[in-house]
């Protein structure tokens, strides 16, 4: 079954805490992507991996890292978190092939008070 | 800036209709996607159109691509009321980056 699982799907937050999101895929794909989704804004692009270790920034990284230790799972990272980084982030993978059709988790909607 | 962009818009219509959607892009793409994406879920590809395509079907989806103007359009015929959804372009030079459009909300009343 071809899936990709975010966990949590919902977190609350006080700003300044850490916070730690997290993405499954069971295809085996090599690319993984962590967007962030904002009312009229679509989604952002904030970091790609192509592989374990092995990661790019994409157009809005500041403020977040990620961590993939495993091909089938990546990681966003918020050191201490700040109020505009409310947000519906979701997590994709990808075959990496040239039609690079992407497949999304579900979001996890965060919300840093 | 966004290299895949739709008129962000809201499009209310009645179950039946016909609705076209359009995107425009700014850079080169080889493959333009279109994604849907439903309330409280991620998106997902519906379709998809490779530059050297003009058109593209699948059921009651068509969509279109035409290179030298950098714009693609997504035809919905008889629509139900479950295609309510926000309807995104995205764009790939055929590398890893894939950009998104921010999308056009369409409302199919019963």
């Known amino acids: 079954d071809m899936k990709v699982t975010q966990m949590p799907r919902y977190l609350i937050k006080r700003m300044g805490e850490n916070v730690l999101l997290e993405c499954g895929q069971d295809m085996s794909h090599e690319t993984m992507y962590w967007y962030r989704q904002d009312p009229g804004l679509g989604l952002q692009l904030i970091y790609i991996?192509?592989?374990?270790?092995?990661?790019s920034e994409g157009d809005i990284p500041k403020g977040y890292r990620v961590s993939r230790k495993k091909r089938e799972h990546f990681s966003l990272i918020l050191d201490s978190a700040k109020t505009n980084q409310t947000s519906v982030y979701f997590c994709?993978?990808?075959?990496?092939?040239?039609?690079?059709?992407?497949?999304f988790g579900a979001g996890t909607r965060l919300s840093v008070l | 800036s966004q290299w895949g962009e739709e008129n962000l818009q809201a499009l209310s219509i009645q179950e039946g209709e016909d609705v076209t959607m359009n995107c425009s892009y700014k850079?080169?793409?080889?493959?333009v996607q279109w994604y849907r994406q439903k309330s409280g879920k991620g998106p997902a590809l519906i379709i998809l159109?490779?530059?050297?395509?003009r058109e593209k079907r699948s059921g009651r989806l068509r969509a279109t691509l035409d290179t030298s103007s950098q714009s693609s359009s997504l035809s919905i015929t008889g629509t139900l009321a479950t295609d309510t959804a926000v309807y995104f372009c995205a764009t790939g030079t055929g590398g890893y980056k894939v950009v998104f459009g921010s999308g056009t909300r369409l409302l199919v009343s019963p």
């Open positions: 159109i490779r530059s050297n395509e």
């Open positions: 994709a993978s990808s075959p990496g092939t040239s039609q690079n059709t992407l497949y």
């Open positions: 850079t080169y793409t080889t493959v």
């Open positions: 991996s192509y592989d374990v270790d092995s990661n």
